[in-house]
């Protein structure tokens, strides 16, 4: 009687699992909440100062004429959401697990043993 218990609990653990990962992809992806921060990259930027002298600026000398090409959201969202989506897949696979043990302590074990014919032996004769 014990094993069912467990094996009742271990479903009940492994769907709680799945449902709480599945709402946080949800909410993410409905902008409710946000993802897990992975990645913090820096944006593109190219110093457009290196390529022209100094005498042909306009620019005082103590700035830089530093132009950012891709800023660092567009680089970090994607990434980050990606990896949300992989640990999310990890732990609903986890929570699967759980639940798919707990169905194997629930279900009853059945035995048939069927009388086995030896090699041996000729067949019958009708």
Known sequence: MSEKITGYLLVLLGIIIMAVASFS?????????????????????????????QEET???AGQSLK???VS???????????AHL?????????????????VQFVRPIKVT????????EPPPIR
Request: positive net charge; proline residues 7%.
């Open 58 to 60: 306009a620019v005082p």
């Open 25 to 53: 992809v949800y909410s993410v992806f409905t902008n409710k909440a946000k993802p897990v921060s992975f990645f913090k990259l820096p944006g593109v930027a190219l110093d457009l100062g290196s390529f022209v002298s």
């Open 67 to 69: 132009t950012e090409l």
């Open 113 to 120: 043993i069927k009388e086995s014919k030896s090699i041996l």
């Open 72 to 82: 660092p959201e567009i680089i970090n969202e994607p990434m980050n959401l990606l």
């Open 86 to 102: 992989l640990l999310m897949g990890f732990i609903v696979n986890a929570g699967y697990k759980l639940a798919s043990l707990g």
